[in-house]
């Protein structure tokens, strides 16, 4: 059988490195080594490799492997607090701003006094609840006497209701009042008119971080305007962008490896808690996730940038490195050792499907050519094909 040589597949650092060997070895041959091809099976040709070339080009053995196998989607997201983690502080009544003392970033207690608030209006407030209550005790009192004197038919229905109305609209509105004081932080109970006041205290709902501050000391806070806003990091989420692509593979309970690109080393697990039910104007949707470990949040700052892959449910599968597969002529092969020989190896190049790809590995599609027991070119085949 004719056998011939393929030079193709040298580099010229690869050449030069093999003539500068054979020469200072001494060898007599007259031309260096090659790869030889010769005539093979109907699936491809058989290809000779000496020993000192598979060491030279540093090549290695491997065999396919049965086992679970995923692919995963590579996405980004950042790192995000709940809505429930977000405090924004305003206010129910207008008022002149004073005791703010607060730098962002700072830590707050739930409970803590921000800020005070000063308006002649809770003044008139607190006066028209201590009058209001005032009366009530009295009309009451009318109220009943009437009632039992209308029952005996001596008083008249008239003053009977007249009483009762009475009554009844002064309890409303000192309920009201009371319940407006209440929102400015007053408590009724303790209200007298000797310590009637015209600053109230504005407190924090939450434990947590003073994210921003919309306000300045002396300033007047409008009613409903935006004061100071909070933010509790006890929790943080990762909020990824999924294509519209990928929309269908992603579900709830789904593993997601997260990586920060500023944190070259930190990998973290987390888990799929929300998926997104509609597509954005940019074909995407949004994928809330979890960390595993609570614990690892402290290494997260709200705002911060993530990379995250989004692993696919696991298939059984034949799986090769992907080193392993080599691209030629628009097709995709597979070099399986057939023989070990004085001069070498002889391999056979199958032709394969390939199927999901991992960062290493990649899935064979069903081939009757392999097995656990077959012995393939893991590494360095791409120097064979042209």
Known sequence: MKNYTIKSF?????????????QCSGSGSSESEGVEVEVGTTSGPFITVSERQFETMKMSWGSPKLEEFSEGISVQGMVKVPVEGIQEISAYFGGYVSGLELLEGEAVKKGQVLFYLENPDFIRLQQDFLEANSQLSYLESEYERQKTLYGEKISSQKNYLKAEADFQSTK?????????????????????????RSKVPVYSPINGFVDAIHLVQGSFLDVAGKAITLINTAHMHIELVVFEKDAANIHKGQKVKVTIPDLSNTSLDAEVLVVGQSINNERQINVHADLVNEEDEAKLVTGMFVEAKMIMDPKEAWVVPV???????????????????????????????????????????????????????????????P
């Open 10 to 22: 040298f580099s010229a650092s690869l050449l030069a490195s093999s003539l500068f060997f054979f």
């Open 323 to 385: 080193t392993a597969v080599v691209a030629s002529e628009g097709e995709n092969f597979v070099l399986v050792q057939r023989e070990k020989t004085e001069a070498g190896f002889r391999l056979e190049k199958i032709p394969v499907q390939t199927g999901l790809t991992s960062d290493s590995m990649i899935e064979l599609l069903p081939n009757a050519s392999f097995d656990a027991n077959t012995v393939i070119l893991a590494k360095g085949g791409f120097n064979l094909l």
């Open 172 to 196: 409303a509105k000192a309920e009201s009042l009371k319940r407006q004081l209440a929102m400015i932080n007053i408590n009724t109970d303790q209200l007298k008119p000797e310590n009637i």
